[in-house]
Nanobody, 118 residues
Framework: EVQVVESGGGMVQAGGSLRLSCAVS????????MSWYRQAEGKQREMIAS????????FYADSVKNRFTIERDNDKNEAYLQMTGLKLEDSAVYYC???????????WGKGTLVTVSP
């Protein structure tokens, strides 16, 4: 059974940090590009960070550049999003997404809520 499970969300004060984890089972992450998306209330889901299947290419949205870091550990079948300098506007549900580097289906987690308070 394929599972993509995010964890690490919660409430944090502005300026604080959180580390999100994405644990995958049912397929090997080494064959997938891993991305983090977020969706704030009333807004569309947006990609904020992605890392290629072997880690050689990384993308950040301008809104999180220099504050967030995406990482992956293919041995553990996990991906991570280290978030620092959190702002009120970072409050959202954060989703982990796996897209195949070659062929196959893509997968979504159910999300983890991040709430940044003043």
């Amino acid at each position: 059974e394929v599972q993509v499970v995010e964890s690490g969300g919660g409430m944090v004060q502005a300026g604080g940090s959180l580390r999100l984890s994405c644990a995958v089972s049912g397929f090997l992450t080494r064959g997938y590009h891993m991305s983090w998306y977020r969706q704030a209330e009333g807004k569309q889901r947006e990609m904020i960070a992605s890392i290629s299947h072997l880690g050689g290419n990384i993308f950040y949205a301008d809104s999180v550049k220099n504050r967030f870091t995406i990482e992956r550990d293919n041995d553990k079948n996990e991906a991570y999003l280290q978030m620092t300098g959190l702002k009120l506007e970072d409050s959202a549900v954060y989703y982990c997404h796996a897209s195949p580097a070659f062929q196959g289906l893509d997968y979504w987690g159910k999300g983890t809520l991040v709430t940044v308070s003043p």
